[in-house]
T-cell receptor, first 114, second 110 residues
């Protein structure tokens, strides 16, 4: 079974621009979560989507948004980029069966904002 | 202050040594997960512990869930360079959002 894929792997943007990141979950997984990872803050939860609906949202400003499509693929968007948005953005999918919300992560998108 | 506190934050040891990483909280968790992340990759799930007092072994790695389900530990026996990476614990408290600890960065030198 193919793992979680994320595109692009690397991205360089300028402050003020917007960016869209894409995530394809493991086949059959309907829950997709997004995380931001930085050296200072660690791994922080952005939001979770299930069946095209946002189920949970972390403590991030409204510039961070996401959506999920009927095939469970998900995108996240960051508008008006700031230097502090430079981070590794990780997508994870879950089957929500068995143990609590075990996450299967993609390799991440490394975003650099200059 | 993080809901899940991991210690130590950094650990550098020689190949063959043993080590223990701790994950502590004042909250009760229905389960705790441990992940390992290597540079340039996403975290990979190692194990989930569910029952208070539970001990799980994965080759040279031993995971324990505290009796009160507020803490967990990861013990590595005879560490190898391939064990190098960032170890993360994660739990699901009330509110249904998986919460990660700050991580322990382990380096095993040959």
């Amino acid at each position: 079974k193919a793992g979680v894929t994320q595109t692009p792997r690397y991205l360089i943007k300028t402050r003020g621009q917007q960016v869209t990141l894409s995530c394809s979950p493991i086949s059959g997984h309907r829950s997709v979560s997004w995380y931001q990872q930085t050296p200072g803050q660690g791994l922080q939860f952005l939001f979770e989507y299930f069946s095209e609906t946002q189920r949970n949202k972390g403590n991030f400003p409204g510039r961070f948004s996401g959506r999920q499509f009927s095939n469970s693929r998900s995108e996240m968007n960051v508008s008006t980029l700031e230097l502090g948005d430079s981070a590794l953005y990780l997508c994870a999918s879950s089957s929500l069966q068995g143990f609590d919300n075990e996450q299967y992560f993609g390799p991440g998108t490394r975003l650099t904002v200059t | 202050t993080q809901l899940l506190e991991q210690s130590p934050q950094f650990l550098s040891i020689q190949e063959g040594e043993n080590l223990t990483v701790y994950c502590n909280s004042s909250s009760v968790f229905s389960s705790l997960q441990w992940y390992r992340q290597e540079p340039g990759e996403g975290p990979v799930l190692l194990v989930t512990v569910v029952t208070g007092g539970e001990v799980k072994k994965l080759k040279r790695l031993t995971f324990q869930f505290g009796d009160a389900r507020k803490d967990s530990s990861l013990h590595i026996t005879a560490a190898q360079p391939g064990d190098t990476g960032l170890y993360l614990c994660a739990g699901l408290p009330a509110g249904n959002m998986l919460t990660f600890g700050g991580g322990t960065r382990l380096m095993v030198k040959p």
